[in-house]
């Protein structure tokens, strides 16, 4: 049975479009692997506190010196990690606001990207820790991004991603969804052909 961990973001929950496009992916998943035991992270309903000094000077902070608060920084952060690495298969929704990711799924990547855990530093630059996986990452956008230089989301993802040592990615755009009901329609099919040409 393969782990799958499903990450949403979507300021609306599971009405969101890139909510919507994630379970059209696991759908089609389950359809070509069976059974899936999914772990759900819905950044929306269950924030992600966004990072700051206190919570950082807590990942710096050695295990030996770390009080009762601190310690349960350091936990919070570990489970999120230990949910990646125990996943066979990454599924992402990522909505587009501002022409950037949604604030809670940086406040989720500021706590899983962790010097020691997820990637290290070395003479010859960071290398990733956390062992490749497929990543499915659906993104719903209002206009039309894909491919120019407003999409800001496309290159952060690999970066981040394949800081952590996540290089096999895949996206699927779903765009033009606030351009008329014709658009939009057609944006999604054709996101739908494209996740089942994936998954497949």
Do not use: C, W
């Not at 990452?137 to 970066?159: E, M």
């Amino acid at each position: 049975m393969k782990n799958i961990l499903v990450i949403t973001a979507s300021i609306f929950g599971q009405d969101g479009q890139s909510s919507q496009l994630v379970n059209r992916t696991l759908e089609q998943l389950k359809a070509s692997h069976g059974d899936l035991n999914i772990q759900q992270r819905d950044l929306s309903a269950e924030p992600v506190p966004h990072l700051d000094a206190y919570r950082f000077g807590a990942f710096l902070t050695s295990a030996d010196d770390r009080d009762h608060q601190q310690q349960r920084v350091v936990d919070y952060s570990d489970s999120l990690i230990e949910e990646v690495k125990q996943a066979d298969i990454i599924v992402i929704g990522v909505p587009m606001y501002n022409f950037g990711i949604p604030s809670g799924l940086k406040a989720y990547f500021d706590h899983i990207a962790r010097a020691g855990i997820s990637f290290r530093y070395t003479e010859n630059g960071p290398v990733g820790l956390l062992e490749d996986r497929p990543v499915y990452i659906l993104a719903a956008r209002g206009g039309i991004y894909a491919g120019t230089p407003n999409d800001s989301q496309t290159p952060f993802l690999r970066s981040f991603l394949g800081f952590l040592g996540l290089k096999d990615l895949h996206f699927v755009y779903a765009e033009g969804l606030n351009m008329g009901d014709d658009r939009k329609a057609n944006a999604l099919q054709q996101a739908r052909r494209n996740i089942e040409t994936l998954t497949a």
